[in-house]
């Protein structure tokens, strides 16, 4: 799910605001909007607890200046490190040197259109991404920990909280099980140099790096010491910090380095989604959905052999008769049939499974775990919901082949599928529409199947 975006436009034209509004929410799907038209009101809706993530304002508003609102904004607990952007025609010499004082994070001349500001708004939210995240903290000083939770809380950061470095990796070892809910994995851990424990955090953050092997843009460490001498800070550098902080805790220096370290651990995640998303296109069939040959070929092997799996299914199927619907009824009629099987598919079989396109009309699926009789079952099932499924009012059947490991358990990938191959031809000179499976004594049909009265006749 998508984190929605909280953005206020403040404007004293109505027409800028309603056309920045609607341009925003057409652009910015996550984004809520709220519009003011004053400073007065703006800084209503931030004293009734109103929560943001960026405002915008005019250089001029109709009671107050735009710099004035910026410095009322930063003086609210709530919002002191807001972005805050400044929308004027023209970044005179004063805007330019009481800005930052003020507070204004950055500045846009509207003059460049509404269209470019919706994309400069779009690059801010991602420089100046909120404080979202759950951090680890280690620290076993009660007084020390209840009022630096305190400060992170405020800013509405989740936390962790243990006492020992032993703690901690025992917390860092479950947050790394893909099976975690999303809002317990930890972002990045915040430990004090120094622990009473068997573990300091120094042994901490070189377990971090050496034993979980976790680089500092997979898991952020920020070190707390008591001094910020050179040697010291060159030690916590050393053994694998992204950053530190020294005691007593300056909360905006806190604030500030956890931020920087949440947008590094941010790009990770988008860097490594982008890989493995770039991964999965790679390896699926674009028409049907369905995992590509090449993904079966890498993987199948590791599949087959993995004990856990056992006893594995190979199951091949064949489109009957598929030829003659893309040279009767057009080439694009038979995408769309084939597109509607590996819809079917991927709705029938688990996660588990290796739901595959084999080869033009031609799907296979390798299933882990399962008895004769229940993938006979299964099949029978799929068979009859392929005869009643007709993609683009298509009559479509599909005749299939099983082999198993059960009755082959020294049958590498390429072998069962030979097994499942001649299952599949036995299907087709049988009449089609039915399934086959190839046995240790060879081929008999599926136990459970009832033989389909609709002789399918020859052909391709």
Same mark, same amino acid.
């Given at each position: 799910?998508?984190?929605?975006?909280?953005?206020?436009?403040?404007?004293?034209?109505?027409?800028?605001?309603?056309?920045?509004?609607?341009?925003?929410?057409?652009?910015?799907?996550?984004?809520?909007?709220?519009?003011?038209?004053?400073?007065?009101?703006?800084?209503?809706?931030?004293?009734?607890?109103?929560?943001?993530?960026?405002?915008?304002?005019?250089?001029?508003?109709?009671?107050?200046?735009?710099?004035?609102?910026?410095?009322?904004?930063?003086?609210?607990?709530?919002?002191?490190?807001?972005?805050?952007?400044?929308?004027?025609?023209?970044?005179?010499?004063?805007?330019?040197?009481?800005?930052?004082?003020?507070?204004?994070?950055?500045?846009?001349?509207?003059?460049?259109?509404?269209?470019?500001?919706?994309?400069?708004?779009?690059?801010?939210?991602?420089?100046?991404?909120?404080?979202?995240?759950?951090?680890?903290?280690?620290?076993?000083?009660?007084?020390?920990?209840?009022?630096?939770?305190?400060?992170?809380?405020?800013?509405?950061?989740?936390?962790?909280?243990?006492?020992?470095?032993?703690?901690?990796?025992?917390?860092?070892?479950?947050?790394?099980?893909?099976?975690?809910?999303?809002?317990?994995?930890?972002?990045?851990?915040?430990?004090?140099?120094?622990?009473? +424990?068997?573990? =300091? !955090?120094?042994?901490? #953050?070189? *377990?971090?790096?050496?034993? @979980?092997?976790? &680089?500092? %843009?997979?898991?952020?460490?920020?070190?707390?010491?008591?001094?910020?001498?050179?040697?010291?800070?060159?030690?916590?550098?050393?053994?694998?910090?992204?950053?530190?902080?020294?005691?007593?805790?300056?909360?905006?220096?806190?604030?500030?380095?956890?931020?920087?370290?949440?947008?590094?651990?941010?790009?990770?995640?988008?860097?490594?989604?982008?890989?493995?998303?770039?991964?999965?296109?790679?390896?699926?069939?674009?028409?049907?959905?369905?995992?590509?040959?090449?993904?079966?070929?890498?993987?199948?092997?590791?599949?087959?052999?993995?004990?856990?799996?056992?006893?594995?299914?190979?199951?091949?199927?064949?489109?009957?008769?598929?030829?003659?619907?893309?040279?009767?009824? +057009?080439?694009? =009629? !038979?995408?769309?049939? #084939?597109? *509607?099987?590996?819809?079917? @598919?991927?709705? &029938?079989? %688990?996660?588990?499974?290796?739901?595959?396109?084999?080869?033009?009309?031609?799907?296979?699926?390798?299933?882990?775990?399962?008895?004769?009789?229940?993938?006979?079952?299964?099949?029978?099932?799929?068979?009859?919901?392929?005869?009643?499924?007709?993609?683009?009012?298509?009559?479509?059947?599909?005749?299939?082949?099983?082999?198993?490991?059960?009755?082959?358990?020294?049958?590498?990938?390429?072998?069962?599928?030979?097994?499942?191959?001649?299952?599949?031809?036995?299907?087709?000179?049988?009449?089609?529409?039915?399934?086959?499976?190839?046995?240790?004594?060879?081929?008999?049909?599926?136990?459970?199947?009832?033989?389909?009265?609709?002789?399918?006749?020859?052909?391709?």
């Amino acid at each position: 799910m998508k984190k929605t975006t909280s953005i206020m436009v403040v404007d004293g034209s109505e027409v800028s605001r309603t056309i920045i509004t609607r341009i925003l929410r057409n652009e910015m799907e996550s984004a809520k909007i709220t519009a003011c038209g004053s400073g007065r009101e703006a800084l209503s809706f931030l004293s009734g607890g109103g929560k943001f993530d960026l405002i915008t304002t005019a250089l001029m508003l109709p009671d107050m200046d735009g710099l004035d609102l910026t410095r009322a904004i930063r003086k609210t607990s709530s919002h002191h490190y807001t972005p805050i952007i400044v929308v004027s025609g023209d970044a005179d010499s004063r805007l330019l040197r009481e800005g930052f004082d003020a507070g204004v994070t950055d500045y846009f001349d509207k003059s460049l259109g509404y269209q470019s500001f919706v994309d400069f708004i779009k690059s801010v939210s991602r420089r100046n991404s909120g404080l979202v995240g759950r951090i680890l903290y280690v620290e076993d000083s009660r007084t020390a920990a209840i009022i630096t939770c305190n400060i992170m809380e405020k800013h509405g950061l989740k936390i962790t909280h243990t006492t020992s470095a032993e703690q901690a990796l025992e917390i860092i070892k479950r947050s790394l099980d893909k099976e975690v809910p999303e809002e317990e994995v930890i972002d990045i851990v915040m430990t004090d140099f120094y622990l009473k +424990g068997k573990l =300091t !955090g120094g042994d901490l #953050l070189h *377990a971090i790096r050496t034993r @979980l092997h976790l &680089s500092q %843009q997979e898991m952020p460490v920020l070190v707390v010491t008591v001094t910020d001498n050179d040697e010291r800070q060159a030690e916590v550098f050393h053994a694998g910090a992204n950053d530190f902080v020294t005691k007593p805790i300056v909360e905006e220096v806190l604030i500030a380095r956890i931020r920087s370290l949440l947008l590094i651990k941010q790009q990770f995640n988008a860097l490594r989604f982008q890989a493995e998303e770039m991964q999965r296109i790679a390896s699926t069939d674009s028409l049907t959905g369905v995992r590509s040959k090449r993904y079966l070929l890498d993987h199948g092997e590791a599949f087959i052999r993995e004990p856990e799996n056992q006893p594995v299914w190979a199951i091949l199927m064949d489109i009957d008769h598929f030829k003659k619907i893309n040279d009767n009824l +057009g080439h694009i =009629t !038979g995408d769309h049939v #084939l597109a *509607a099987l590996g819809d079917l @598919l991927n709705q &029938s079989f %688990q996660a588990n499974s290796m739901i595959v396109r084999f080869g033009g009309e031609e799907f296979a699926v390798i299933l882990p775990n399962i008895t004769t009789r229940e993938i006979s079952a299964k099949a029978e099932v799929l068979r009859r919901k392929i005869e009643i499924l007709k993609p683009m009012n298509v009559l479509t059947t599909v005749s299939i082949g099983m082999a198993s490991t059960t009755d082959h358990p020294n049958a590498d990938l390429t072998k069962l599928l030979s097994y499942a191959d001649k299952a599949l031809y036995a299907a087709k000179q049988r009449g089609r529409n039915r399934i086959c499976i190839y046995a240790a004594d060879g081929v008999c049909y599926s136990p459970v199947a009832v033989e389909s009265t609709q002789d399918t006749g020859t052909g391709q």
